[in-house]
């Protein structure tokens, strides 16, 4: 494959990853607000089926590099998985029971911004730029949610709950992606998540176990709720991750970033289509307002948009 055929798979496929992680909040909403199944459950079945399919197709295509993993790196993801596997899927999909799937994107929406605040403890300063992209976020968020209305401050979605539940999702991957990094570049992002998957799967097992609420699972006849789990488990879980590294190694890691911010709009759209959710035109604006601020705190400008999209890596993998 030569350097343009290379470039334009890896725009590709963050394009893809974008898009099918979108999916998760559709499909989960669908399977969630009819009880149809629990939240452990579908979180065990997900990183279950994706974390095995992502182990077979490694152990086929590089073996070596997927099993040069040590003890420590184990016990390390063991308790990165606590929070970036089980914490945020279980919050997750417990919220997706009680608020929209709009509601959830934007959410999650502000990782980012929950990622440079959590940073801050572990050393890292913030500048203008990013106080700024965070107030800006926060405010849109308050807005998409309807806190703030046209008759000024008030809550009554009817959501607290959900809303709160996405939210620790949001602050579960925030302390992943604070903690991860030594372990991810040691390890690669490929091998780290694979293995993450797995043992998260595993400690999802116990959770299960131990679950104190009621446990559902579609039944046999139950066929269109079995092919949404599978579809969660396999295309927004194994093929989305999978699609999110060939685009690291491929294109520049900033434009990888700004083609995740596609993540909630490609959801607005979808909630649209498929539950009917509308959004006037303050939380329109506030859509708008999140993605902005996240992009504001990251360095992200419409010009350095354009000369990432236009510039080739000088070199490819």
């Given at each position: 494959?030569?350097?343009?055929?290379?470039?334009?798979?890896?725009?590709?496929?963050?394009?893809?990853?974008?898009?099918?992680?979108?999916?998760?909040?559709?499909?989960?909403?669908?399977?969630?607000?009819?009880r149809?199944?629990?939240?452990?459950?579908?979180?065990?079945?997900?990183?279950?089926?994706?974390?095995?399919?992502?182990?077979?197709?490694?152990?086929?295509?590089?073996?070596?590099?997927?099993?040069?993993?040590s003890?420590?790196?184990?016990?390390?993801?063991?308790?990165?998985?606590?929070?970036?596997?089980?914490?945020?899927?279980?919050?997750?999909?417990?919220?997706?029971?009680?608020?929209?799937?709009?509601?959830?994107?934007?959410?999650?929406?502000?990782?980012?911004?929950?990622?440079m605040?959590?940073?801050?403890?572990?050393?890292?300063?913030?500048?203008?730029?990013?106080?700024?992209?965070?107030?800006?976020?926060?405010?849109?968020?308050?807005?998409?949610?309807?806190?703030?209305?046209?008759?000024?401050?008030?809550?009554?979605s009817?959501?607290?709950?959900?809303?709160?539940?996405?939210?620790?999702?949001?602050?579960?991957?925030?302390?992943?992606?604070?903690?991860?990094?030594?372990?991810?570049?040691r390890?690669?992002?490929?091998?780290?998540?694979?293995?993450?998957?797995?043992?998260?799967?595993?400690?999802?097992?116990?959770?299960?176990?131990?679950?104190?609420?009621?446990?559902?699972?579609?039944?046999?006849?139950?066929?269109?709720?079995?092919?949404?789990?599978?579809?969660?488990?396999?295309?927004?879980?194994?093929?989305?991750?999978?699609?999110?590294?060939?685009?690291?190694?491929?294109?520049?890691?900033?434009?990888?970033?700004?083609?995740?911010?596609?993540?909630?709009?490609?959801?607005?759209?979808?909630?649209?289509?498929?539950?009917g959710e509308?959004?006037?035109?303050?939380?329109?604006?506030?859509?708008v307002?999140?993605?902005?601020?996240?992009?504001?705190?990251?360095?992200?400008?419409?010009?350095?948009?354009?000369?990432?999209?236009?510039?080739?890596?000088?070199?490819?993998?």
């Amino acid at each position: 494959m030569n350097k343009n055929a290379s470039y334009q798979w890896g725009v590709f496929c963050s394009f893809a990853s974008a898009f099918l992680w979108s999916t998760t909040f559709i499909g989960g909403r669908w399977l969630l607000k009819d009880r149809s199944i629990d939240p452990v459950s579908l979180s065990v079945i997900r990183f279950g089926i994706g974390g095995i399919l992502l182990f077979v197709f490694g152990y086929v295509f590089f073996r070596r590099k997927l099993f040069n993993i040590s003890f420590r790196d184990i016990l390390m993801l063991a308790w990165l998985s606590l929070w970036g596997i089980g914490g945020m899927s279980v919050f997750l999909f417990v919220g997706q029971m009680q608020t929209s799937a709009i509601n959830t994107s934007m959410i999650i929406a502000l990782s980012p911004i929950l990622t440079m605040l959590l940073g801050t403890f572990a050393g890292k300063r913030l500048n203008a730029f990013m106080v700024c992209g965070m107030l800006i976020s926060l405010t849109g968020c308050l807005l998409v949610l309807g806190v703030i209305t046209q008759n000024g401050i008030a809550y009554k979605s009817g959501n607290v709950f959900g809303d709160l539940m996405v939210f620790s999702s949001a602050a579960c991957w925030a302390v992943y992606a604070v903690f991860s990094g030594k372990t991810v570049e040691r390890l690669g992002g490929y091998t780290a998540t694979t293995w993450g998957m797995l043992i998260g799967f595993a400690e999802l097992l116990i959770v299960r176990a131990l679950w104190p609420w009621v446990l559902t699972i579609p039944s046999t006849a139950q066929t269109g709720q079995w092919w949404a789990v599978l579809y969660i488990a396999i295309f927004p879980t194994a093929i989305a991750f999978f699609a999110w590294y060939e685009a690291m190694d491929r294109i520049n890691l900033s434009l990888l970033n700004i083609m995740q911010y596609l993540t909630p709009l490609f959801t607005v759209l979808l909630a649209f289509l498929f539950f009917g959710e509308t959004m006037n035109l303050l939380n329109i604006a506030g859509a708008v307002m999140v993605l902005a601020g996240v992009m504001l705190a990251s360095g992200i400008s419409g010009w350095n948009i354009l000369s990432l999209i236009n510039r080739q890596p000088s070199k490819m993998p």
